[in-house]
């Protein structure tokens, strides 16, 4: 008679169960260190008044709510949000789009396909700061290559104030925001893209679909739980952006580029403001959590539907 497996002693189990926590060991100590301690300062913060002089003693008195409050009753604050929705609003659907449109087109084989991939993916390399910079001179309304090229080409009589303008200032960030992310989401759509079996494409060819048939009812069913990682990664990205902002136009013209993050940066760190900057700054934190609550929350219905 075959008696069954022998019950694993329980200083084996716990030894293995030792050496799994003292494999996570390291990750927790990051986490905890360098995400978990300063969230919670940023936390504590938010609930004092902190100036550069009670930065320094630490003797800041504690407020409460006071800053959530007059942060979020401020003209300046509405406007920034406003100006942060339509930002990650345009940014999201032009890097999607052309991140799509991209991923398509890449997944045609063709000669020199994949070093046109690697190329890419420089934009999304390259420092913001250096980014932001070339951008800058790019759409100078003097001297900028973009103002000339329309001129030459007899589009525009005189250079848009690309960065000048308290209309086009907005859609100058966009478009460099697009420019950054482009790749980004090109290279997470072609992996979605690739693990589509091709005997699937086959079958639809066969029923006399389409292109567009083809992508309505094959690639775009299987491809939404990537296309939902993308934009949710996209808006929590977007909505922290301040390098290029800062860079390109500096939260100007008349704060017309003045994002939350942005603003939280200059309460902080230029009128010193410490503890509205840290409310601020948790604020931001709390909508970037509601974006991956509602991609979590999809998710999880659209498994279970």
Do not use: C
């Amino acid at each position: 008679m075959r008696s069954g497996p022998r019950p694993v002693p329980d200083r084996a189990r716990l030894r293995e169960r030792i050496t799994q926590w003292l494999f996570l060991l390291p990750a927790l100590a990051y986490l905890l260190l360098f995400l978990g301690y300063p969230l919670a300062e940023n936390v504590l913060m938010s609930f004092r008044h902190y100036t550069a002089t009670t930065f320094y003693t630490g003797a800041a008195p504690f407020v409460g709510l006071r800053n959530y409050a007059e942060v979020l009753s401020s003209d300046m604050f509405r406007e920034a949000l406003l100006t942060t929705v339509l930002f990650t609003a345009g940014s999201l659907v032009g890097q999607f789009v052309l991140g799509l449109a991209i991923a398509l087109f890449f997944q045609r084989r063709f000669p020199l396909g994949g070093l046109l991939r690697s190329l890419l993916l420089l934009p999304w390399l390259l420092p913001l700061v250096v980014s932001g910079t070339t951008w800058r001179w790019m759409l100078d309304t003097d001297s900028g290559i973009v103002n000339r090229v329309l001129r030459g080409l007899h589009l525009v009589p005189s250079g848009i104030p690309w960065l000048t303008g308290t209309s086009q200032a907005l859609v100058s960030v966009i478009l460099v925001n697009i420019w950054v992310g482009v790749p980004f989401n090109t290279a997470l759509l072609y992996g979605g893209l690739q693990d589509i079996p091709e005997h699937l494409y086959e079958a639809a060819k066969l029923d006399g679909a389409g292109p567009l048939a083809s992508f309505r009812h094959v690639t775009w069913p299987l491809l939404r739980p990537v296309a939902g990682v993308v934009l949710v990664l996209g808006a929590v990205y977007t909505l922290k952006v301040l390098d290029i902002v800062l860079v390109v136009t500096g939260g100007g013209p008349a704060d017309a580029t003045q994002t939350l993050a942005t603003r939280s940066y200059a309460l902080s760190f230029q009128q010193l403001d410490f503890g509205r900057g840290a409310a601020l700054g948790n604020v931001l934190v709390l909508v970037s959590l509601v974006f991956a609550l509602v991609h979590l929350r999809a998710s999880r219905r659209a498994r279970y539907a």
